[in-house]
């Protein structure tokens, strides 16, 4: 099994950036894809960016596509969401997920964070 704990979330003006943290433990997830995920009050959970369990591929949705920066550290077993250039928009609870599968092609992700808040005022 494996535990994802996500930090880093909080409140931050438009304009501004934050970084979520993602732990992993129970196992390592070197050779896993993993990704972040949001939901909005009153929206559904969406996609929000995504690697590869190298680092050598990255995918964002649109929507923070030259905003946002997902990184890890697997000597950490870490992952890393640089938020930059945040709008009212992107306030949502942040969730880290992690795909046994080593490539994220949009499939189902197989374990979960219990999520971190972000909230933008504006």
């Not at 390592?28 to 050598?56: C, D, L, N």
């Not at 030259?66 to 709008?87: C, E, H, P, W």
Request: proline content about 2%; some cysteine; charged content about 15%.
């Amino acid at each position: 099994q494996v535990q994802l704990v996500e930090s880093g979330g909080g409140l931050v003006q438009a304009g501004g950036s934050l970084r979520l943290s993602c732990a992993a433990s129970g196992r390592t997830v070197s050779s896993y894809a993993m990704g972040w995920f949001r939901q909005a009050p009153g929206k559904e959970r969406e996609f929000v960016a995504a690697i590869s369990w190298s680092g050598g591929f990255t995918y964002y949705a649109a929507s923070v596509k030259g905003r946002f920066t997902i990184s890890r550290d697997n000597a950490k077993n870490t992952v890393y969401l640089q938020m930059n250039s945040l709008k009212p928009g992107d306030t949502a609870v942040y969730y880290c997920a992690a795909s046994i599968n080593s490539v994220y092609i949009g499939q189902g992700m197989d374990y979960w964070g219990k999520g971190t808040l972000v909230t933008v005022s504006s």
